[in-house]
């Protein structure tokens, strides 16, 4: 596993090694809707000799890895000025301001005395000493020469993860969010005609490296959803002929069944301590929801009435559920307490669920946020599907995609970022795509075959 | 409602219905494939729910007499699952996000459940489908809705519940690839899979 081993790099003042541990020296704000993505220069890291491509290749993917969030640019090597840089000098601040850099990272690879591959970086604010105001909304405001200075080291063939770890502690340290670069993402894997699909679980690294598929494909599946660890996943199966939960440890490849439900189950989802996995169970025509406590492996009934209810999803807190039901006639997101006592609801009176969606349309495969303050949802309406966010108390809805098709988000660990699949055009088959929670910076993530239900990892260890 | 619905097709309805399947399964062992084919042919094909209708307001009468005279080869056997696709009809078909059965869909499953009657062998799995215009896991629970509905009506004409299992398989098995509402209303279906006892072609 990747080890951070030491912070290498003394910091220049006591001042602002006394601002680190609050990760106060946010210099990007991204709280606030406009942002300009900040602009940061990151030249191909030094190597010791003998690593030199493999530096390279790790300045690619860190490169990449920032420009993907949207809230970076990475300046154009061709334009670098100064080519001397040296990771234990303070580079010429004058050089990349010139160039119109504010950010400058400064990196160098090696091997150790065991052979691991390792990085130690530096992140420089070339406006050295001056106060950081990024974008003009940003409430923060700091004093920030060099934002970090690591070293990692990892087995030479995981590079790709060492350079998503240094992606995501440049993101941490100039955003204040946690990172999400060093991720897994899970799908399923879609080939052949639509009427006859194979459906495989397939795994690739958040920025789609490294794909493979998991399961072979004699049976469709579905709706695979990481645990907390990231070994584990949750997913649908049509294995025996009918529709039935399934776990599935992605280290050593064994699967189980959940639970032992007389009616089809469906629609899984881990509680955010890891603990349970919430479904469907639908039986003689009526879908109600039902929780699985992975120790005793006891079932509970989190919901009893005649209409469907499917889709859920816990907030943060275990506390409460988001889910799917047709009970007031179309499929509308409601919220519930887990336990099934009544709560108040926003739009008034007290009820065992409360609905939270009444814009025009149908509304589906509600997923709460890691922060949990917004549930993302699928709508449908006027003959398109979208992808949005809304309040878990039913305020400020905000449609964030519009296609033919656009289905089943989930966000990333640290919600920042919300992945989903779209069928751009009818009949075009589904790809996986990204967006961040403020509609901007929608790209899509190629993988090799046709793909949806995408589910993020948590950061890797 | 149900209920209701299915005591009165088996009161009124059963013996009527098992005599044209009767008829309708003879003429076709013994004067050939014309007899009864055009009517789930034009089911299958037909998505809007009147014309449906129209294919089976007159399925056998109509067709038999013509075919007559004919000397025709070999049909589907009585019992077969040729037979029950030719002659009854596997799928009934359901209107945009609903689960309930009109007039049409009744025809078809009086012919079911009275086909069934006759062959007390055959066991079922009745699929619910859904159409693409819906998010996977609500269509999972909508297709099982559907398949429930056409169970609980078989099972009102007097077909043993032992003999038929549900599956939904959602949006995930459409019949026709198509992205238009022809296209749609032929998958949201109810279908009826003959699962064994059939007898052989």
Redesign the interface.
């Known amino acids: 596993m990747l080890r951070r081993l030491l912070a290498a790099f003394v910091l220049l003042t006591g001042l602002l090694a006394a601002s680190w541990s609050a990760q106060a020296q946010t210099i990007i704000d991204v709280t606030e809707g406009k942002i300009k993505p900040y602009p940061i220069a990151i030249p191909d890291f030094n190597a010791d000799p003998g690593n030199e491509e493999i530096a390279r290749q790790i300045s690619e993917v860190v490169r990449a890895d920032l420009e993907s969030t949207g809230l970076f640019v990475t300046g154009d090597p061709a334009a670098f000025i100064q080519k001397d840089l040296s990771i234990g000098l303070q580079p010429r601040f004058a050089d990349w301001r010139i160039i119109r850099q504010d950010g400058l990272v400064v990196g160098q690879v090696g091997r150790t005395a065991d052979g691991l591959l390792s990085v130690a970086f530096r992140v420089w604010d070339v406006n050295g000493g001056e106060v950081y105001r990024i974008p003009v909304e940003n409430r923060q405001t700091g004093r920030v020469e060099q934002a970090a200075g690591q070293s990692f080291t990892i087995a030479p063939d995981s590079w790709r993860r060492l350079a998503h770890k240094v992606a995501d502690t440049i993101y941490t340290r100039l955003t204040g969010e946690d990172g999400f670069l060093d991720t897994r993402i899970v799908y399923v894997a879609e080939t052949g005609?639509?009427?006859n699909?194979v459906?495989r679980l397939a795994i690739m690294d958040s920025d789609g490296a490294n794909q493979r598929f998991l399961t072979e494909g004699r049976n469709?599946v579905?709706?695979p959803r990481f645990s907390t660890s990231d070994q584990e996943i949750t997913y649908?199966s049509?294995e025996g002929?009918?529709?039935r939960v399934y776990l599935f440890n992605i280290q050593n490849g064994r699967q189980e069944v959940l639970g032992n439900f007389p009616?089809?189950t469906?629609?899984p989802r881990f509680s955010p301590d890891g603990r349970s996995v919430i479904m469907?169970q639908?039986q003689?025509?009526?879908?109600d929801l039902y929780l699985m406590d992975l120790r005793n492996r006891q079932t509970r009934r989190l919901s009893d009435h005649p209409a469907?209810d499917?889709?859920p999803s816990m907030s943060p807190d275990g506390s409460q559920l988001v889910f799917?039901s047709?009970r007031g006639g179309?499929?509308q997101l409601y919220i519930m307490n887990t336990d099934g006592s009544p709560l108040s609801c926003p739009s008034g009176g007290r009820d065992t669920a409360c609905r939270i969606t009444f814009g025009r349309g149908?509304y589906?495969?509600p997923v709460w946020s890691p922060r949990g303050d917004l549930v993302a949802f699928?709508k449908?309406t006027r003959g398109k599907f979208h992808i949005g966010v809304i309040g878990t108390d039913g305020e400020g809805e905000r449609l964030l995609s519009e296609a033919?098709?656009d289905?089943?988000p989930a966000w990333s660990p640290n919600g920042r970022v919300i992945t989903f699949f779209r069928e751009a055009r009818?009949?075009s088959g589904p790809k996986l795509w990204s967006v961040d929670l403020t509609g901007r910076n929608l790209r899509q993530i190629v993988t090799t075959t046709d793909a949806s239900?995408p589910a993020w990892s948590p950061l890797l260890d | 409602m149900i209920g209701i619905d299915c005591s009165i097709a088996k009161d009124r309805m059963g013996l009527k219905l098992m005599k044209k399947v009767l008829k309708c399964a003879t003429a076709a062992v013994v004067l050939g494939l014309g007899a009864c084919a055009s009517d789930p042919v034009v089911e299958e094909v037909a998505a809007p729910v009147t014309q449906v209708v129209e294919a089976v307001a007159a399925p056998v009468e109509r067709a038999a007499p013509a075919r007559v005279t004919r000397a025709a080869p070999v049909g589907p056997a009585a019992g077969s699952l040729a037979d029950f696709q030719a002659n009854v009809g596997e799928r009934v078909y359901f209107d945009l996000n609903q689960w309930r059965l009109d007039d049409s869909d009744r025809a078809v499953l009086q012919r079911q459940a009275a086909w069934l009657q006759s062959y007390p062998n055959v066991r079922i799995l009745i699929a619910g489908n859904c159409d693409e215009r819906g998010t996977r896991e609500y269509n999972l629970a909508l297709g099982e809705r559907r398949a429930s509905i056409v169970r609980d009506y078989l099972v009102g004409l007097g077909v043993d519940q032992s003999r038929v299992d549900t599956v939904s398989y959602g949006k995930e098995r459409p019949i026709d690839g198509g992205t238009d509402d022809a296209a749609w209303s032929k998958n949201r279906n109810g279908f009826t899979q003959i699962i064994s006892g059939a007898r052989s072609s």
């Open positions: 005609p639509k009427t699909r459906k469709q579905l709706t649908m049509f002929g009918r529709p009616g089809m469906f629609a469907s639908a003689n025509g009526n879908t469907i499917t889709s799917t047709d179309s499929p149908n589906s495969t699928t449908q033919y098709l289905e089943g009818p009949g239900d």
